[in-house]
């Protein structure tokens, strides 16, 4: 995973008009996706609707939400 600074600093090199809102916001779309994605990989598959349950995981936080 990429910290906070690698991200900042690679956002700056890319355009250095870029703000510190733009910054974190990226940074915590980054964190929300790898926390979703590792969410789904742990969920057990026993259930009798796998797809369901992988969906409302994958879901339960938006990344749109993040602004």
Do not use: W
């Amino acid at each position: 995973m990429i910290t906070a600074k690698e991200l900042f600093d690679k956002m700056l090199e890319e355009n250095d008009e870029c703000t510190s809102t733009e910054m974190m916001i990226a940074f915590a779309k980054l964190h929300v996706d790898s926390a979703l994605n590792k969410a789904n990989e742990n969920v057990r598959y026993d259930y009798s609707d796998i797809e369901s349950i992988q969906h409302l995981i994958l879901t339960a936080y938006p990344l749109d939400g993040i602004v």
